[in-house]
Structures are given as structure tokens and as C-alpha cells.
């Protein structure tokens, strides 16, 4: 495989990372060694999809963190939130000191509030909670949620399959969302069930998806690690990250798509 050849985003890639050491990057001086985003590209196989095997003491603890065989369903997510609230698996979706991610006047606004209740209880939205949730709720972090044309949207990056309910089953009650990164949880909300990639050419689209609209199984965590990757960087250069930070890994990701 010649990754120059393969890889139309490889020269941009390159500009943006010339301290990065990889024998496919032209500013570099390396001769032998690829850089792990490009190691990635030539390692991975798509025809047999992205297998990642589970060593045995990691599949018992895994169980472990569910409380074992024999408790009802409810009992099990329970213990598994439990046993995860603090652990290290959530500590980047965790606020310091316990803080409401909301802005400050939106947590304090009462047509806030009475939006919240409204969709919890299954309401439909007036014509004022739809222009409210047009010009959208913001976060203490300075992005901006907006639900438009029956669709949620961060900092203008499309939120895929994520309803009202869900997003304020999240949002809407303060105790439940206080300490918690909402914008990320909402990235990763929509990363779990990905779009079939309709952008890619149909021989590409039967590969991932076969003729169902959702993606096959193994290619599910690949499509899903990809397109949190891909909005989570797109939301954060809206923000405060630089384009030489944030376009090489984007072009990793498209690579890896196309």
C-alpha cells in the first residue's frame, strides 16, 4: 500500500503536523517508521471489520461491574452505575467542583424549566419553547444546543437520532445534570447508533451496511469511535482549538471512512 497514493488528505495532513515523525510525512526526516495514524490506515483490513478480541479476566470484570448472573435488569444497571460513578471510565465526562454545566442565566430561567417539565411529561412544544430551542440553550463551556427542523444541532454539528426526551432526559433536571459534561455526553449520545454513511460511494455504502439501512456489526465501534471523533473535533474548533490541532486527526478519520 503507497499511503501517498491512497490518501488524498495526506499532503494537508502533513503541513499541519511537521514535527509529527513518519516516513509518509515529506516534512519529516524519518525513513523507515509510519506514525500511528498512518500505521492505523495500513493495518486496517475492512473486509473483515474491526475485531477486537477480550481477554477472558477483562470479559469476568466486565460482568463484575454488573453485579454477576442472576439480578433482574433493573437491579444490574443500578449496580453497574454504582460501581462506574466514579471510576476513571467517566471521569472525562465529569465537571469540576460539581458545577451546572448550563449557563448561568439559562439554568436560572423559568421558561427554561417549564420547557423541561413540559417535554418530560410528553407535551408537544408551543409556538414559543420551538423559537426558544431555536435560538438555542447554552453551556457554561460557550457552545450552543439548537433543535431546528425536528433535529438537534451543537455548535452547528449535527446530533443523528437523538429526540427531545432524550436530550432533556439529560438536561432538565438540575440534580440529575449537575457535575456532567452534557455537551459530551450528547457526542457520544449520537455516536453510539451511526448513520449509514450515505456519502460514500455505493460500493463502500454495501460494505458497511449490506441492504439494511443500520451498518453491520462489525463495522459499528469503527463507524461510532469515527464519527465521535470527527463531530467532538468539529464542535471543539468552533471553540478554541486550533486548525493544525484539530485537521490532522480529522483527515485520519476520513481516510479511515473513504
Avoid at 450552543?144 to 433536571?173: A, I, P
Wanted: proline share 6%; aromatic share 8%.
Amino acid at each position: 500500500m503507497i499511503l501517498e497514493k491512497a490518501s488524498p488528505n495526506l499532503a494537508f495532513m502533513s503541513s499541519s503536523v511537521r514535527e509529527t515523525p513518519c516516513v509518509y510525512n515529506p516534512a519529516s526526516d524519518e525513513g523507515y517508521h509510519a506514525c500511528e495514524w498512518c500505521q492505523s490506515m495500513i493495518d486496517f483490513e475492512p473486509r473483515k471489520g474491526w475485531s477486537i478480541q477480550i481477554p477472558p479476566e477483562e470479559h469476568e470484570r466486565a460482568m463484575a461491574l454488573f453485579g454477576g448472573p442472576g439480578e433482574s435488569s433493573k437491579k444490574k444497571w443500578k449496580t453497574l452505575m454504582n460501581n462506574t460513578s466514579d471510576s476513571e471510565h467517566v471521569s472525562w465526562a465529569r465537571l469540576e467542583n460539581g458545577q451546572d454545566p448550563l449557563a448561568e442565566h439559562v439554568a436560572s430561567s423559568n421558561e427554561f424549566r417549564l420547557l423541561a417539565d413540559s417535554v418530560l411529561k410528553g407535551n408537544g412544544l408551543s409556538a414559543a419553547q420551538e423559537i426558544f430551542l431555536q435560538e438555542g440553550i447554552k453551556f457554561r463551556d460557550g457552545s450552543t444546543l439548537r433543535f431546528l427542523d425536528s433535529s438537534w444541532s451543537l455548535n452547528g454539528v449535527h446530533l443523528h437520532g437523538l429526540s427531545l426526551y432524550t436530550v432533556f432526559s439529560l438536561l432538565g433536571e438540575g440534580d440529575k445534570r449537575m457535575g456532567w459534561d452534557i455537551p459530551a455526553l450528547l457526542l457520544l449520545a449520537t455516536s453510539v447508533m451511526p448513520e449509514r454513511p450515505e456519502h460514500l460511494p455505493r460500493a463502500q455504502r454495501r460494505r458497511f451496511a449490506g441492504g439494511h439501512r443500520g451498518l453491520r456489526s462489525p463495522y459499528r465501534p469503527l463507524a461510532g469511535m469515527l464519527l465521535w471523533l470527527s463531530n467532538r473535533l468539529k464542535v471543539d474548533r468552533t471553540l478554541a482549538m486550533e486548525s493544525s490541532e484539530c485537521v490532522p486527526m480529522l483527515a485520519w478519520a476520513h481516510d479511515i471512512q473513504t
